[in-house]
């Protein structure tokens, strides 16, 4: 495929891109097919020669559409939003286009250079403390990561690395292993796996700290865990804030055990409530920021940037590097030591790295803060209309206090009883939603997802979900 | 933005970036500028108010295409080849506007067994032993991760939990912290810095192989070492050969200590040459991969599918889902437990992850496998042609065997001397490079990169080389 054939087909793709986006209501939300579907429906083998353009996009209306959970149709209410925008999309074909893999500053100057002003951008609509901000002279900064699992293991990882200095300094002969074997990180029980799974790979202790009933973790009872843990000879060396999505008012009520006091690393990740913290009347929740080392949320997930784009700030850079710093001859470059170069290679896994922070610019420009800030505050809206219409209904409950975009409800009654409402519901296909548990009680999440849903969906999804509690009520064994 | 304007503003999108493409060759390769540059052309904080698409267009001319390195230029030589295709951007459109997670079968069906197939097909198209495909009843079976260094590091992780569990079968009381600290990698002492920093995030110790004269590790000296360290009562668990750019045939040459006789979990990383093993003339140099319990290329760097599309295989399934099983309930869904179903989340560090398999999709079947390997040929032609006319030059020398895209060369002379010339290559900007060590020597890599590179770029680049060679040499210190 030639320039000109490129102009051709991705003018067809423009369309077919807003052709789907526009009739995406139109479409089942989700796929009604067995696993193993798609092997049958494709040849075995990669061609041997080519074949035409028109032939594959045949096939994506043939194989690949019915297989599609579409997130971003307005009946999607499952897990959490995927963000999605058509700057975001403009921003992402450009970003293709150039292509540079922006592991060094000299590797693309504009790839690093727009990521830290983007990240500064964006730490100051969140009112981020000071420290966050790069500028000209800051000792922190922030980072693209592709997910928030991403960010929390570098966050421990730099925390793992501060903690063996600190205790070699006063004990030399220690080995690291040894160290290791006594490190111990603290999250609240309902943190997401993410954090659980930072603290396996980095091969360290991870202790869950109960929640109270609005499923906050109390700093008291934090407090007392790593006392125990210090007197048994052990090291707390890090915390992670989760603020899960069903609860994110836990930031708040975690009372904050200051990092600094402790010696611990102090992370917090706001996956999806973070974007939130644009609109001021939001932005209390995240009080108590100013303690952290590190703090992460996903415009990805809320603020119209689509995946993957993961915001990372840390205190001070200096302790994101020192977790591994590697500098083969091939990727050093002559203005590595000014002090005014990032190397993101460094506050990351990966290598390599997309330019993602065009995403951010286009957003920001094309939305403007009060864009985004609207956006936000519409989808609240439509949460609590969905709240308002269940706790309408005496014959539910509403589990957790609605504060952002996601509703956790359930019938009165057995989880039984909740577990064959939601088979109903997804077997409808109507619309789509998941589960969670909440203090063993099997609730039903109903998240604000699609950028396009308006007040008419919510009340059809409803109309929906009553109609089949009507039917499942009417059963004799109910 | 709505969709009607962004279908004005996509199909203007398209044409922007086709005029970007055709016209690379007229923009300095490398930017002229000084770190810092991009902070004063642009506000300090992002707009209150929506800006016009017009004024970002504006601003990407004047404020981002400054500091960009164009690795698609065809006076790119420097690292790696990024790839790049149409085919691949117009599946990227696509990826970007069905905007699905895919971390588990039911969030995406289509995202999750399209991804199982096209590993197959790309499988079979580099002769995989038969282990490495999923087929519909095998228990091995390819992923798309990131990057080849998140490739390593899952490997790293499945053979550390894989030792821990076997260790503890025969001393249940032996606490896990300890069996890390006797834990040993292997890898060669030319190896990626992405294969010691997984050792370092996963806590083990790391040994690097001496090389031979070729670069390459000879299994004699690896066997010595191993059992060395297992007479010191430690546990070696995991090796990791990295075909580097420089000798991609060192595979070959790392004399292989089959893995399952020592316990030794064996990964192969060919992140660059790996695409060259479609063509049969280059897949001798893979022989040896069926010992292999993992293996890993980057699709991303050569063949044609753009970042970021990383390919691993497993010899067994089994074994990468145990690093990590987490299964919080609102991930869960019907099908999971078939058998049939592949949740991907389970082979990777992050949990979410785009459509990348549609990339493999669109490129595999608009150039079929002669398409591919013509690419991959006319290349390795390129280099060869380079080659050619730096052995005609008495003044320079070839540093090492010249088998795929990169040529290793360098003045004979000190290596002051071609730091000098590397110098002015770069602040000529003309062509791009940067430099590796091999045996304490400084040498310029010369790596075919950009897919429009043709034979009068080489000769063009090398008619450069000799004229500031020429200047060079005329310097009364020289």
Same mark, same amino acid.
């Given at each position: $495929?030639?320039?000109?054939?490129?102009? *051709?087909?991705?003018?067809?793709?423009?369309?077919?891109?807003?052709?789907? %986006?526009?009739?995406?209501?139109?479409?089942?939300?989700?796929?009604?097919?067995?696993?193993?579907?798609?092997?049958?429906?494709?040849?075995?083998?990669a061609?041997?020669?080519?074949?035409?353009?028109?032939?594959?996009?045949?096939?994506?209306?043939?194989?690949?559409?019915?297989?599609?959970? !579409?997130w !971003?149709?307005?009946?999607?209410?499952?897990?959490?939003?995927?963000?999605?925008?058509?700057?975001?999309?403009?921003?992402?074909?450009l970003?293709?286009?150039?292509?540079?893999?922006?592991?060094?500053?000299?590797?693309?100057? +504009?790839?690093?250079?727009?990521?830290t002003?983007?990240?500064?951008?964006?730490?100051?609509?969140?009112?981020?403390?000071?420290?966050?901000?790069?500028?000209?002279?800051? !000792?922190?900064?922030? /980072?693209?990561?592709?997910?928030?699992? &991403?960010?929390?293991?570098?966050?421990?990882?730099?925390?793992?690395?501060?903690?063996?200095?600190?205790?070699?300094?006063?004990?030399?002969?220690?080995?690291?292993?040894?160290?290791?074997?006594? %490190?111990?990180?603290?999250?609240?029980?309902? +943190?997401?796996?993410?954090?659980?799974?930072?603290?396996?790979?980095g091969?360290?202790?991870?202790?869950?700290?109960?929640?109270?009933?609005?499923?906050?973790v109390?700093?008291?009872?934090?407090?007392?865990?790593?006392e125990?843990?210090?007197?048994a000879?052990?090291?707390?060396?890090?915390?992670?804030?989760?603020?899960?999505?069903?609860?994110?008012?836990?930031?708040?009520?975690?009372?904050?055990?200051?990092? @600094?006091?402790?010696?611990?690393? $102090?992370h917090?990740?706001?996956?999806?409530?973070?974007?939130? =913290?644009?609109?001021?009347?939001?932005?209390?929740?995240?009080?108590?920021?100013?303690?952290?080392?590190?703090?992460?949320?996903?415009p990805?997930?809320?603020?119209?940037? @689509?995946?993957?784009?993961?915001?990372?700030?840390?205190?001070?850079?200096?302790?994101?590097?020192?977790?591994?710093? =590697?500098?083969?001859?091939?990727?050093?470059?002559?203005?590595?030591?000014?002090?005014?170069?990032?190397?993101? *290679? !460094?506050?990351?896994?990966?290598?390599?790295? *997309?330019? #993602?922070?065009?995403?951010?610019?286009?957003?920001?420009?094309?939305?403007?803060?009060?864009?985004?800030? +609207?956006?936000? #505050?519409?989808?609240?809206?439509? +949460?609590?209309?969905?709240?308002?219409?269940?706790?309408?209904?005496?014959?539910?409950?509403?589990?957790? &206090?609605?504060?952002?975009?996601?509703?956790? =409800?359930?019938?009165?009654?057995?989880?039984?009883?909740?577990?064959d409402?939601?088979?109903?519901?997804?077997?409808?296909?109507?619309?789509?939603?998941?589960?969670?548990?909440?203090?063993?009680?099997? /609730?039903?999440?109903?998240?604000?997802?699609? #950028?396009?849903?308006?007040?008419?969906?919510?009340?059809?999804?409803?109309?929906?979900?009553?109609?089949?509690?009507?039917?499942l009520?009417?059963?004799?064994?109910?």
């Open positions: $495929m030639d320039a000109a054939e490129f102009r *051709r087909r991705g003018k067809e793709m423009v369309d077919y891109v807003a052709d789907y %986006l526009e009739n995406i209501e139109q479409r089942p939300v989700y796929p009604d097919l067995e696993p193993g579907y798609l092997r049958s429906l494709i040849p075995n083998e061609p041997a020669e080519p074949e035409t353009y028109e032939e594959i996009m045949k096939d994506v209306e043939r194989v690949i559409m019915p297989g599609i959970t !579409h !971003h149709s307005p009946y999607f209410y499952a897990y959490f939003p995927a963000a999605s925008s058509y700057p975001a999309m403009l921003a992402d074909m970003c293709t286009a150039i292509g540079c893999i922006g592991f060094s500053w000299a590797a693309s100057p +504009a790839c690093t250079e727009l990521e002003v983007m990240m500064d951008w964006l730490g100051k609509m969140l009112q981020l403390p000071e420290h966050f901000i790069a500028g000209t002279h800051g !000792h922190g900064g922030g /980072v693209i990561q592709g997910t928030a699992s &991403e960010a929390t293991l570098m966050s421990l990882l730099a925390a793992r690395c501060k903690a063996v200095r600190r205790v070699q300094a006063s004990n030399s002969e220690l080995p690291e292993a040894e160290i290791f074997s006594k %490190l111990v990180a603290y999250t609240s029980e309902q +943190a997401h796996s993410s954090v659980e799974r930072a603290a396996l790979i091969g360290v202790m991870m202790r869950k700290v109960p929640t109270d009933n609005s499923y906050a109390g700093g008291d009872m934090l407090k007392k865990m790593v125990e843990d210090k007197a000879g052990l090291i707390p060396f890090y915390t992670c804030k989760h603020t899960f999505m069903c609860y994110p008012n836990n930031l708040l009520r975690f009372l904050f055990l200051p990092g @600094n006091k402790e010696n611990m690393w $102090m917090i990740d706001a996956a999806y409530a973070g974007s939130a =913290f644009i609109c001021p009347e939001f932005r209390p929740l995240l009080n108590g920021v100013e303690y952290a080392d590190s703090f992460n949320f996903n990805h997930k809320w603020l119209l940037v @689509n995946f993957d784009c993961s915001a990372m700030w840390v205190k001070k850079r200096a302790d994101i590097i020192g977790a591994f710093k =590697f500098e083969p001859l091939y990727l050093k470059h002559e203005n590595q030591e000014s002090g005014l170069v990032t190397d993101y *290679r !460094h506050w990351q896994i990966p290598l390599g790295r *997309r330019f #993602r922070s065009l995403k951010l610019w286009f957003v920001f420009r094309m939305y403007g803060l009060s864009g985004l800030q +609207a956006h936000i #505050r519409k989808q609240v809206g439509l +949460a609590k209309e969905f709240e308002s219409l269940v706790r309408a209904d005496k014959r539910f409950e509403i589990c957790a &206090e609605v504060i952002m975009g996601l509703v956790c =409800f359930r019938l009165k009654g057995s989880n039984e009883l909740n577990q409402l939601l088979k109903r519901i997804t077997n409808g296909r109507e619309i789509h939603l998941v589960p969670c548990q909440l203090s063993s009680r099997f /609730v039903l999440r109903f998240a604000i997802c699609a #950028r396009t849903t308006e007040s008419r969906h919510i009340q059809q999804a409803w109309h929906h979900i009553t109609q089949l509690t009507f039917e009520l009417q059963e004799p064994n109910h």
